[in-house]
């Protein structure tokens, strides 16, 4: 990764730019952990960032009432287990001590994953997290602790699906339709266009505007209806490239598309092979609904690459 961070480094000057200070790789166990630590040390390469892996952890033998299991006995047992995760830590993260300026590793006791890390979360500017496993591909996406932690981080959440392989093209999702949220899109790109300059990625910008080819016929007959369809794109184009050079940020293509954007975005962002796609999510809708207005299971289930979201925070 140095050769594709070091000839970006002139690229970002005067440029607004994300806080990416601290980094928390998290999970509830150690699957996936090292794929992701690895991208948290990209990303540190070119940050400078401190990097804290941790895990959170429980067992029921913490309610094990007293007369069973007394209070000194249990306290034992609870840091022997404790201990055993430390040292799986302590293997990921040892071959990068050498290679990483600040990273260290903590287990986390709580018998609420999401609650043990949001609550670890309040100093640290990105959550890397690797996408919970299970017996079905269709299920991946689905786990509780992927989507709470969606839902309720402050900071932007990575979710981790596989290696950083070709990380040529980074896809930022915005909706340029609804201004109350233009600072929410704002983020996105700010938060994009950081990570395309850690990944030496060319950014690209999609944005889905409506189809009207079911109404065609009854609106034809009353409406310009190419026109209405070219004043959508239109809008948004200005909207999009007003962003852009507001935020002196280097775009290499927008794609304006008619269409849902629950069937847009995914499928523009596989086409060009992004490894990592940025959405918005809003806090006060939870993640039953996007701001680039379609559910995010569906979009993010249907990527194929990496996906961080950028939380709307309630006023």
Wanted: charged content about 25%; aromatic content about 2%; some cysteine.
């Amino acid at each position: 990764s140095e050769a594709m961070t070091d000839q970006n480094t002139d690229k970002t000057k005067g440029t607004t730019t994300a806080k990416l200070d601290r980094l928390l790789i998290a999970n509830d166990s150690l699957t996936g952990m090292d794929i992701a630590l690895n991208k948290a040390a990209i990303i540190e390469h070119y940050t400078g960032a401190e990097l804290m892996l941790a895990e959170v952890i429980y067992d029921t033998i913490a309610e094990e009432p007293p007369e069973v299991l007394p209070p000194q006995q249990q306290a034992v047992l609870i840091e022997g287990l404790k201990a055993a995760e430390r040292n799986g830590l302590e293997q990921l993260v040892a071959p990068y001590r050498d290679r990483v300026a600040s990273i260290d590793h903590e287990v986390l006791w709580n018998k609420n994953a999401t609650t043990g890390i949001i609550e670890h979360l309040a100093d640290f500017d990105l959550l890397i997290k690797p996408v919970s496993q299970h017996t079905q591909l269709v299920d991946r996406l689905n786990a509780p602790l992927d989507w709470s932690l969606m839902r309720s981080a402050e900071c932007p959440v990575l979710i981790s699906k596989q290696d950083w392989r070709d990380t040529s093209v980074l896809v930022a999702a915005v909706d340029a339709a609804d201004t109350d949220h233009q600072p929410l899109n704002q983020q996105i790109l700010i938060v994009a266009n950081d990570l395309a300059n850690v990944l030496g990625a060319k950014l690209h910008v999609v944005c889905a505007y409506p189809s009207l080819g079911q109404k065609r016929g009854e609106l034809q007959v009353a409406m310009d209806y190419d026109g209405i369809k070219a004043d959508m794109r239109d809008s948004r184009d200005h909207l999009i490239h007003g962003l852009i050079s507001e935020l002196n940020i280097e775009v290499a293509e927008i794609h304006l598309l008619e269409g849902k954007p629950g069937a847009v975005i995914p499928a523009t962002a596989n086409e060009l092979g992004a490894a990592v796609t940025v959405l918005g999510t809003a806090a006060r809708r939870g993640l039953s609904q996007l701001i680039i207005g379609n559910t995010a299971e569906r979009i993010i289930e249907a990527l194929h690459g990496d996906v961080v979201t950028v939380r709307e925070l309630a006023s």
